[in-house]
């Protein structure tokens, strides 16, 4: 039971981690290489569309398991301790309040997925 526990405390720290990455990428202080790196993390960790397949056995939820968190440390780490902190306050409180949905970023991220599909098939076939 201990092993549920620890679980599930992992996914809410992912998941709030996500929200300090996301926060962090619209702060006009935080550096670019580090609002890059943020915003390609949080797109791939909503994206409906994987590296890995989760279909495929086992191997299909390592790019969940290894990539996204391994995304997250890397990109916590390039932004400064100062941001870092105020961010993690507001997703604190945007975790116990019921937030709004962007549903115009989520679009995007859509609409991008679709022209980069478009664009590789392309490529492959011609």
Known sequence: ?????????????????????YLSYKDPRTPLYAKMLAMCVVAYAFSPIDLIPDFIPVIGYLDDLILVPL????????????????????????????????????????????????????WLVG
């Open 1 to 21: 039971m201990n092993s549920l526990a620890n679980l599930k405390n992992y996914a809410k720290t992912v998941k709030q981690d996500l929200i300090v990455l």
């Open 71 to 122: 995304g997250i440390i890397v990109t916590l780490k390039m932004i400064p301790p100062d941001i870092l902190e105020e961010k993690r306050e507001q997703a604190r409180h945007m975790v116990k309040s019921d937030k709004p949905k962007n549903w115009f970023a989520g679009a995007v991220f859509i609409i991008i997925w679709i022209l980069l599909a478009v664009w590789l098939g392309k």
